[in-house]
Structure formats: C-alpha cells, structure tokens
C-alpha cells in the first residue's frame, strides 16, 4: 500500500500513522481495531499534496505538515479536518515535533532555514535560528524530534544534528560531513529511545546511525538494498512506548519496524 512513506508517529493506542508523499495522504494503521485508513483531506476540498512531518496533538489530534501546501494541518483522531496554521508564515514545512507539557509545536521550514514554535492553536511564538553554518544556525533543517525537554533537529546540508533546549538555546551538536560510519552526509529522519539514545537516518548511505546521548557513535545498521534489515533512501525514523523504532524506508515502499533491547537488559 505504501508508496513514498515519510514519517510517522505512534498514539497511545497503537495506531501506526505514516505520511506518504507518493500515495498524498496519511496511512493509519489501527492495529487495535485491525483495519487500515487512508487520510487524504487536508481541509475542506483541498487534498494533500505533500504531506512530510507528522506528531500527535493536543485532545487526540494528529498534526500533519504538508510542504507544498505551507501549512501544518490538524486532524481528529477520525481524520476529520479540523484546522490548520501556519499559512501566511511558513515556507516549506517539512519536520514536526511537539512539547506535549508546554503546548508547543516545533515545525522545521526548510526553505526558511529556521525552526517556528507556535502554541497549539497555532500562534507563532519564536523562530529559532537562520540559515549559516554556526552554532544554532542551519542550512535546509529537515526532520525532528523532542524527548526529555530536548528538540534535536537534523540540520541536514550542514551534516549535523542540533540539540536545542525548550528556550530554544543550542547545547548540543554532533555529525560531520564523511564516510566513515558515523559520519553524517546527508541526514534525514531522527528519533529517541528511553535510555536517551539518538537514532538518525543517514539516507545517502541508506544506514541507520545509533548515538548515544552525548552523540558518540555507537552502531550502524541497514546498507543499500531490497533485503531485510536493508534500505533504500530512508527518510524518517520515530519511536513507540515500547521502544520499536521505526523506518520509513522510502525507495522501498515499507516501514522497518526494530526492537530496542538495551532497557530491559539494565
């Protein structure tokens, strides 16, 4: 059924959200209720064009970030539209992420080259960053994720990710630009484990990159192909309550699901 997925995220339930390009829609896969839903209004009679970042909402919404249509949507937990924000303000939305204890939602504007907070009602409250190569500055940001009051944001044409705390002050960077593993050539998705472990998506090289919090690397995974435990120009990568992690391997049209086994051995 997929085609180009994205992203993903994963509600309390179960269900499995996944944002496709190819398909123009948001893929839900209810395990709980065993059946599969295809969202692809956005709002009213406009459908999806490019739907990229995806993070649950306040009172069971699904935000979704569509780059062409400049504008992050919000669904109810039925696929219904229910509002959207950031039109007149943001270039090319592409990552979300969310503050569930602050009420904030971080977008990534790639074209911007910044990161917009606004509150769940969609106000702009701050813009973080500009586009350069120093610290807290960012050249065509693409994928986020916030765990333990941290925003990490992948600052993909500077092959580094950024960890920013919820002021939106830099304290923390890791990534450069080679190839040895570890190293960040063109970095997409990114995402965080409960023992504070950094996954992050290195989708030239078709790899999954695992740091640890002080992003030191510790393994990579996956290579170019078609076969299990391989991938073809990942995109996006988040986590459950379980600690699965999940890939959106793109080129192959699938999501690799893994297991993180580190917090039940310790």
Do not use: C
């Not at 504008?71 to 229910?82: A, E, I, N, W």
């Not at 807290?136 to 916030?146: E, R, V, Y």
């Not at 500077?158 to 990534?175: A, E, L, Y």
């Not at 960040?184 to 740091?211: C, M, N």
């Amino acid at each position: 059924m997929l085609q180009r997925p994205q992203s993903g995220t994963v509600d309390a339930e179960g269900r499995i959200y996944v944002t496709d390009i190819g398909r123009a829609a948001v893929f839900v896969f209810d395990k709980p209720a065993g059946r599969l839903d295809v969202w692809d209004t956005a709002s009213g009679t406009t459908r999806f064009a490019s739907p990229i970042g995806i993070a649950l909402g306040t009172r069971d919404e699904i935000l979704v970030a569509d780059a062409e249509l400049h504008s992050v949507f919000r669904l109810d937990k039925h696929g219904k539209p229910v509002g959207d924000f950031g039109h007149d303000i943001l270039k090319r939305p592409t990552g979300l992420a969310r503050d569930a204890q602050r009420g904030r939602v971080y977008v990534a504007d790639t074209y911007a080259h910044d990161i917009k907070v606004f509150d769940d009602e969609g106000k702009l409250l701050k813009v973080i960053g500009q586009r350069g190569e120093g610290d807290g500055q960012f050249n065509f940001p693409t994928h986020l994720a916030f765990a333990a009051n941290k925003l990490y944001v992948t600052d993909t044409l500077n092959s580094r990710i950024q960890v920013f705390d919820t002021d939106g002050t830099m304290i923390g960077k890791f990534g450069q630009l080679g190839m040895n593993v570890g190293d960040l050539v063109r970095p997409k998705g990114v995402a965080v484990d409960s023992a504070g472990d950094i996954y992050v998506v290195e989708s030239l090289y078709d790899q999954l990159l695992v740091f640890d919090d002080k992003g030191r690397t510790l393994l990579g995974l996956g290579g170019h192909g078609k076969e299990v435990g391989e991938f073809y120009l990942p995109s996006g990568v988040w986590t459950d309550s379980q600690d699965q992690i999940y890939v959106a391997d793109m080129y192959n049209g699938r999501i690799t699901v893994l297991q993180f086994l580190g917090a039940q051995q310790q």
